[in-house]
Each structure stands twice: as structure tokens, then as C-alpha cells.
């Protein structure tokens, strides 16, 4: 028997460097000239989404040796990602900076729910992102575990993992019920 799957109701739920790329599908999923009229996302979940900037922020500054994700590694990152000669200003890296695209006009962008760590460096762009998406108009949740860090959600001893996959679980639930 084959599987259908009811692509009207689209999820996309990524984490960190994944969520550029899910915030772009987003974007382009949102376009009224899209080509993939049928599929709609209607939730965006973003775990700890690797954004970045030009600019230092306090908590890159404050957790510059982070494990897992610190800041000379985002630096490398970043470099070894970005065309040549382009900044992390770039629209992949600062999605809601001064070269993002615009999604306030975007009526089918969806609604997102992103997750921050007290302890991840790229905390303040995680936050950014959220306020940005508030300021656009568009329905935003933001989670904080502040005693987190980077990618704490891959160690199932940690209770804060079972909290963060309880909190997408209800976003799914409540999108799904006003459909």
C-alpha cells in the first residue's frame, strides 16, 4: 500500500547550520510565484539556528571558547562557507540582517518556534532572529534553556532534551489543530 503524505501541512524542524537552509526554503516555500504550489510549511522549527554577523555580540564575546561550537570554529566556518569576499553579513549568515530577505510581506511564512541555550555563543543571533521575525509580523516563539549549551539536545541523559522535544511536540499539536 503506498504512503500519502498530506503536503498542505509541511513541518521543517533542523538545527543549528540546518536552519539557514530551512529558513530560505521558508522563505522560498512562501513566494507567490512558487513553484511547489501544493506544499505549504506551516511550522519552522529552529534548534539553535547557526546564525552570525560582522558584529561581536556579548555572548560571543562572553562564551568565545564554548565547547562544541565556539567561536574561532564559527569563524573558520563562516570562511570556509561565504563566497570569497563576501562578510557574515552575508543573506546565508545574518538571515535577518541588513541583507536578509524581507518576510514581512511573505503571507505563508511560517510559524516558528526557535530554541536558544544560555551557554551556546550564538545565542544573541538566535535571539535576533526571533525579535526580527516578531518585528515582521510574523508568529514567533522562543524557548530558553539557560543553563544549556550548543547541541545539548543530542544527549538524551540531559533532562532539558526530553523538555525541548516535548515543547516541538506541542507546536506541531497546536499548528495542526487550527488547520
Known sequence: MPHVADVSK?????????????HHVAVRAS?????LARVRVVG??????FFGGTERTE?????TGAPLVS?????????????EG?????GAVNVSGPNAADVAGLEGFPATLVFVGGFDPLRDW?????EW?????????LVEFPTMFHAFYIFPEVAQSTQLILKVKDFVHSLLSTE
Open 31 to 35: 513566494l507567490p510565484e512558487r513553484k
Open 126 to 130: 538566535q535571539k535576533r532572529y526571533y
Open 44 to 49: 519552522l522549527v529552529a534548534i539553535q539556528p
Open 133 to 141: 521575525l516578531r518585528r515582521s509580523g510574523k508568529a514567533a516563539e
Open 59 to 63: 555572548s560571543e564575546i562572553r562564551l
Open 71 to 83: 567561536v574561532p570554529r564559527t569563524d573558520w566556518c563562516w570562511r570556509a562557507f561565504l563566497p
Open 10 to 22: 509541511c513541518f521543517l524542524a533542523v538545527d543549528s547550520a540546518g536552519t539557514n537552509i530551512a
Open 86 to 90: 563576501a562578510d557574515r553579513d552575508h
